[in-house]
Nanobody
């Protein structure tokens, strides 16, 4: 198993930046997992944001964040990051970190086995 804890959320003005972090812990080697970021806005379904393969060799993004957000990981530190630039009010949501041990389709939330508790990101206009 792996436990995930997100941090770095907050309130930022449109056009600003935030960096989210996700710390992993547990007995299983962190490098066994593909990692993803999802978000959920009030009244909306959880949606895919970005994901990174176990060795960092493959990254994918939703069209809504491509070119503005960057996902990265440090396996030695058991950390995943989401650098968010040029933030927009529509990026406001709770952001979740998730881990996939089966190397499934990175875009789908059902592929992920473990989830963090989420961190709130609010972008004001």
């Amino acid at each position: 198993q792996v436990q995930l804890v997100e941090s770095g959320g907050g309130l930022v003005q449109a056009g600003g930046s935030l960096r989210l972090s996700c710390a992993a812990s547990g007995r299983t080697s962190f490098s066994n997992y593909d990692m993803g970021w999802f978000r959920q806005a009030p009244g909306k379904e959880r949606e895919f944001v970005a994901a990174i393969s176990w060795n960092g060799g493959n990254t994918v993004y939703s069209d809504s964040v491509k070119g503005r957000f960057t996902i990265s990981r440090d396996n030695a530190k058991k950390m995943v990051y989401l650098q968010m630039n040029s933030l927009k009010p529509e990026d406001t949501a709770v952001y979740y970190c998730a881990a996939d041990r089966e190397h499934s389709d990175l875009y789908y939330s059902d592929s992920y086995d473990y989830w963090g508790q989420g961190t709130q990101v609010t972008v004001s206009s």
